[in-house]
């Protein structure tokens, strides 16, 4: 039942955070700076993983 609770959480995070960037006008420069913020925190989630896993 916990499972499925978080699943759902997570589903309805997602879409309201989808919606509201898609609602959200703003300027090119911007979206840079957003896409460049996610390739970054994936860069570095990467970097966790590769050092903190079992050797």
Do not use: C, D
């Not at 898609?22 to 913020?37: L, M």
């Not at 570095?44 to 079992?54: E, G």
């Amino acid at each position: 039942m916990m499972v499925t609770l978080g699943g759902i959480g997570h589903f309805v995070l997602i879409v309201a955070a989808l919606i509201a960037l898609v609602r959200h006008n703003t300027e090119p420069q911007k979206w840079w700076k957003f896409a460049g913020g996610g390739v970054l925190s994936i860069a570095y989630f990467a970097l966790i993983v590769a050092f903190a896993r079992p050797h």
